[in-house]
């Protein structure tokens, strides 16, 4: 029976049944049975397991194996709850506008740096685990040196630093309008938890730099 790049001889006596054949080739190449299409001369041999192989196969043939192994189907299955459980998770967590969280900083007076270049305030999405903790990175890039540093060096202001939208699936941060609004992916791709912070802080430096 040959399977891809591979070649392994069977023995069947008088009594052994094709359903039996079919046994012995999944213990070996690991597809089962019914997934099983053995192709003899071009032809693909009967479904049937109560057929013998000495009256179904010559002596000597050569068949053909066509069939996907039981793990790599097990794998594809979990990939694809996998995608179904993430596609419902972006589903579920759609937030509108009138659904963020907002926390609005306190705004100085112009002659104060540390009030007038930073961020005005900030949004997280509702519905999803760990808010605060959302909330908590965005703070800890407002209260960052170095990013303290660099806007008030080059006097930065944003209205609005918010957490990105998990259907933005496709980019990591944008800037709007030179600052009006810079969004974050704060989170991983499954939802369940949150990325590097140096991951997040190198993305917001990045935007900054879009100022």
């Known amino acids: 029976v040959g399977y891809k790049k591979t070649v392994r001889e069977f023995n069947a006596s008088e009594n052994t049944t094709l359903g039996e054949l079919r046994e012995q080739i999944a213990q070996v190449f690991g597809v089962e049975p019914s997934n099983q299409r053995l192709i003899l001369k071009g032809k693909t041999l009967s479904d049937s397991d109560n057929e013998l192989v ?10 053909l194996l066509i069939g996907t192994p ?36 306190r705004i100085g007076s112009l002659d104060d740096k540390e009030t007038k270049y930073t961020f ?24 960052d040196e170095g990013v303290r540093q660099i806007m008030q060096k080059r006097e930065y202001s944003v209205g609005v630093l918010r957490e990105l939208h998990p259907a933005e699936r496709t980019i990591l941060g944008y800037n709007r309008n030179r600052g009006q609004v810079i969004a974050l992916r704060l989170r991983s791709d499954d939802l369940d938890g949150f990325r590097m912070y140096e991951s997040i802080r190198e993305v917001l430096m990045h935007e900054l730099a879009h100022m």
């Open 54 to 63: 000495t009256t179904t196969i010559p002596s000597g043939s050569q068949l």
């Open 70 to 105: 039981t793990a790599q189907i097990a794998q594809f299955q979990h990939k694809e709850l996998q995608h179904k459980e993430s596609e419902k998770n972006y589903q579920r967590y759609r937030a509108t506008s009138a659904d963020v969280q907002t926390t609005r900083a």
């Open 120 to 143: 005005h305030s900030f949004e997280t999405l509702p519905n999803l685990p760990n808010r605060e903790q959302a909330m908590d990175i965005l703070k800890r890039l407002e209260k």
